[in-house]
């Protein structure tokens, strides 16, 4: 069984569209993330949540927001798509406590034309 | 605030040979440090972490690290590498206490194993 799973893979998109990532695990987590990876390859956190607190990476367009509509499922959604929105975007969970690792998704891949 | 460093954007080995990727950190604390690979086109996957104990630490496909508390580092290393081991590492860090829980990763290391 997959642990962590996203939809789309692929998401290719116009400039000033509204558009959606799942994502689901099933491994009983209570946090779950959101990341970034550029065409560097570089990894950048944009949102966590648990049960008790959204934790926002500040430099996030609001454009950006995450929804989550129970402890298995953190969603991303994107308002007014713009070219520099196109990366790679993985959902992630791991339990609260620090000393365990994270669990990453397959990733999607958006391109905004 | 917490950092990591991983100093090379690439490391070229030969196969067979022995291989170490670097990673510095910085942490108000002690650090829960961990190492992660991706292949291409997929995701991060887990290969090891030091929580507390023996500083020598042993992860998946052979991999293991060596916590360095006075020299602040975390180096990967395998006595052997394969080709199959060519991809992204990651190395992050997490404080014990205080500080963000969320896990604060390196930019990233390219590994190449040549035939």
């Known amino acids: 069984d997959t642990a962590v799973s996203q939809t789309p893979k692929y998401l290719v998109t116009q400039m000033g569209n509204d558009k959606s990532i799942k994502c689901e695990q099933n491994?009983?987590?209570?946090?779950m993330y959101w990341y970034k990876q550029d065409s560097k390859k570089f990894l950048k956190i944009m949102f966590s949540y648990n049960n008790k607190e959204l934790i926002i990476n500040e430099t996030v367009p609001n454009r950006f927001s995450p929804k989550s509509p129970d402890k298995a499922h953190l969603n991303l959604h994107i308002n007014s798509l713009e070219l520099g929105d196109s990366a790679v975007y993985f959902c992630?969970?791991?339990?609260?406590?620090?000393?365990?690792?994270?669990?990453f998704g397959p990733g999607t891949r958006l391109t905004v034309t | 605030a917490q950092s990591v460093a991983q100093p090379e954007d690439q490391v070229n080995v030969a196969e067979g040979n022995p291989l170490t990727v670097k990673c510095t950190y910085s942490v108000s604390g002690n650090p829960y440090l961990f190492w992660y690979v991706q292949y291409p086109n997929r995701g991060l996957q887990f290969l090891l972490k030091?929580?507390?104990?023996?500083?020598l630490v042993k992860g998946s496909y052979g991999f293991e690290a060596e916590f360095n508390k006075s020299q602040t580092s975390f180096h990967l290393k395998k006595p052997s590498a394969l080709v199959s081991d060519s991809a992204l590492y990651f190395c992050a860090v997490r404080p014990t206490s205080g500080g963000s829980y969320i896990p604060t990763f390196g930019r990233g290391t390219s590994l190449i194993v040549h035939p």
């Open positions: 992630a969970s791991s339990p609260l406590r620090r000393g365990y690792e994270q669990y």
């Open positions: 491994l009983g987590h209570d946090t």
């Open positions: 030091y929580i507390t104990g023996d500083n």
